[in-house]
């Protein structure tokens, strides 16, 4: 049975690498990790379990990062970390318009991401 007290992460990337990567990293500080291949599946998903805090690529197939935080929006306050590769000032712009908690620059280590976690949790 799993810790009830663990926070829950649901990271989305279509990248399957960096997914299973960023899952080790995040289990290993503790949480509890939740995997999406892409925004669709994470809002089916955030519908039918309970989410602390999304992860999410901004480039994507289908929905993208930046629609998946927008109807996250539309439903819920949770918080999310952006990453990228590369972002044009106009995504930037509109993540941070619909209240994006932090980005993360590709590529990126563990603690780097881990202490953005924790960021995140302490607000």
């Known amino acids: 049975m799993a810790d009830s007290k663990k926070k829950r992460i649901l990271i989305v990337d279509d990248d399957i690498v960096l997914r299973e990567t960023i899952q080790q990293c995040?289990?290993?500080?503790?949480f509890e990790a939740i995997l999406a291949t892409d925004g669709r599946w994470a809002l089916e998903l955030i519908?039918?379990?309970p989410v602390d805090l999304i992860i999410s690529d901004?480039?994507?197939p289908?929905?993208?990062g930046l629609e998946l935080l927008e109807a996250v929006r539309k439903v819920r306050d949770l918080p999310v970390i952006m990453m990228t590769a590369f972002a044009?000032?106009?995504e930037v712009k509109r993540a941070k318009d619909l209240g994006v908690?932090?980005?993360m620059n590709k590529p990126f280590r563990c603690g780097q991401l881990v202490i953005e976690i924790r960021k995140v949790f302490q607000k």
């Open 88 to 90: 044009m000032d106009s």
């Open 62 to 64: 289908d929905i993208d």
């Open 26 to 30: 995040v289990e290993r500080e503790g």
């Open 101 to 103: 908690s932090a980005f």
């Open 47 to 49: 519908s039918k379990e």
């Open 58 to 60: 901004i480039s994507m």
